[in-house]
């Protein structure tokens, strides 16, 4: 079975750029959670997609967005880049229909802003 | 809110058991984790544990949960070389979707 695929891998952008990442969850799994991770904050919760629809979202401004499309896949996107936005961005997936079922993450993207 | 603490650094020899230890606030947490993340990698799946549990055991990884006092510990038996890497504990409210808030990570450093 495979696992939580993420792509690019690794990705340079420029501040002011607009970018996004993709996650295709494991087979079957219908909620995808977005996290960043960076050194001096560790590791903070964006959003989660269940169904197509936004379930929760963490404290992180507008810019930061994300959609889930009805195979499960989701996007996020972070537009008018700064450069404190530099993190490894983890995608999340798990069966998701309440709460306590296995959660599992993909290798990530990692995203440098110069 | 939700609050996970984690001390910073282990190290332990070869052979030996490695405890981490975790602290939450959430009294209604659900489900706590624990996640290894080794260099430039993401995050692997090591066992969770429902909160109305005191104890798990998977091969040799033990979790054991204290609710009154709000502590999760992860003990690794035999420790081996291949177990150096930075540990995270989670922690998932009962009304958090599949949100999980993450301790700050606590690094082992396995000698030979």
């Known amino acids: 079975k495979a696992g939580v695929t993420q792509t690019p891998r690794y990705l340079i952008k420029t501040r002011g750029q607009q970018v996004t990442l993709s996650c295709s969850p494991i087979?079957?799994?219908?909620?995808v959670s977005w996290y960043q991770q960076t050194p001096g904050q560790g590791l903070q919760f964006l959003f989660e997609?269940?169904?197509?629809?936004?379930?929760n979202k963490g404290n992180f401004p507008g810019r930061f967005s994300g959609r889930q499309f009805s195979n499960s896949r989701s996007e996020m996107n972070v537009s008018t880049l700064e450069l404190g936005d530099s993190a490894l961005y983890l995608c999340?997936?798990?069966?998701?229909?309440?709460?306590?079922?296995?959660?599992?993450f993909g290798e990530g993207s990692w995203l440098t802003v110069v | 809110g939700e609050d996970v603490e984690q001390s910073l650094f282990l190290s332990v020899r070869e052979g030996d058991s490695s405890v981490i230890n975790c602290t939450y606030t959430?009294?209604?947490?659900?489900?706590l984790y624990w996640y290894k993340q080794e260099p430039g990698a993401g995050l692997q799946l090591l066992t969770y544990?429902?909160?109305?549990?005191d104890m798990k055991q998977d091969q040799r990884l033990t979790v054991l949960l204290n609710k009154k006092d709000k502590h999760l510990s992860l003990r690794i038996a035999d420790t081996q070389t291949g177990d150096s890497a930075i540990y995270f504990c989670?922690?998932?409210?009962?009304?958090?979707?599949?949100?999980?808030?993450f301790g700050g990570g606590t690094r082992v450093l396995v000698k030979p």
């Open positions: 999340a997936s798990s069966s998701g229909t309440y709460t306590g079922n296995t959660i599992y």
């Open positions: 087979s079957g799994h219908r909620s």
């Open positions: 997609y269940f169904s197509e629809t936004q379930r």
């Open positions: 959430d009294s209604s947490s659900t489900y």
């Open positions: 544990i429902f909160s109305n549990m």
């Open positions: 989670a922690e998932q409210g009962k009304a958090a979707g599949n949100k999980l808030t």
